[in-house]
């Protein structure tokens, strides 16, 4: 699901303001070290860390579980919380012109079920990378990985 109802209802009234919200990203890991990352569709600015919004009433543990499950069709086992981040670098302009201020709360987890296929919806592309052979990521995904010590510098 690309926005949810409630954002859609702040959006109808504010426009494209920037907006502060809650989100969840979720470096998911195999059994070889390997990270978890995906393409959005319609997307150029690079690979990213799957995740999304937090929905009203969720906690976000569940929508890190949520947002995997939706994005990549797989499972994963109890989400570890290694971080919340926000800033300059998790701000976000859509080419609709929509802007967001993210608070991610940054998640790793492994896969407990499924072999991992993007959407076709929100995710074209996504693929395992070692942390020593990452391809181009967007801003906000290498800022979170410099933060979590996945990513040097």
Same mark, same amino acid.
């Given at each position: 699901?690309?926005?949810?109802?409630? @954002?859609?209802?702040?959006?109808?009234?504010?426009?494209?303001?920037?907006?502060?919200?809650?989100?969840?990203? +979720?470096? +998911?890991? $195999?059994?070889?070290?390997?990270? @978890? @990352?995906?393409?959005?569709?319609?997307?150029?600015?690079?690979?990213?860390?799957?995740?999304?919004?937090? $929905?009203?009433?969720?906690?976000?543990?569940?929508?890190?579980?949520?947002?995997?499950?939706?994005?990549?069709?797989?499972?994963?086992?109890?989400?570890? @919380?290694?971080?919340?981040?926000?800033?300059?670098?998790?701000?976000?302009?859509?080419?609709?012109?929509?802007?967001?201020?993210?608070?991610?709360?940054?998640?790793?987890?492994? +896969?407990? $079920?499924?072999?991992?296929?993007? $959407?076709?919806?929100?995710?074209?592309?996504?693929?395992?990378?070692?942390?020593?052979?990452?391809?181009?990521?967007?801003?906000?995904?290498?800022?979170?990985?410099?933060?979590?010590?996945?990513?040097?510098?």
């Amino acid at each position: 699901m690309a926005m949810s109802p409630h @954002l859609a209802r702040l959006r109808a009234l504010i426009g494209h303001e920037q907006i502060l919200l809650p989100s969840v990203s +979720v470096i +998911v890991t $195999d059994d070889r070290g390997r990270l @978890l @990352l995906v393409r959005h569709s319609g997307d150029h600015d690079g690979w990213a860390v799957p995740g999304g919004a937090v $929905d009203l009433g969720e906690s976000p543990a569940r929508a890190a579980a949520r947002e995997i499950l939706e994005e990549t069709g797989i499972r994963i086992g109890e989400p570890r @919380l290694l971080d919340v981040l926000g800033g300059a670098d998790y701000e976000v302009t859509y080419p609709n012109g929509d802007r967001v201020a993210y608070v991610t709360a940054v998640y790793r987890a492994d +896969v407990a $079920d499924g072999t991992p296929a993007p $959407d076709r919806e929100e995710i074209s592309e996504l693929g395992w990378f070692a942390p020593q052979q990452l391809p181009d990521l967007n801003r906000f995904t290498a800022a979170l990985l410099r933060a979590t010590g996945h990513l040097a510098g």
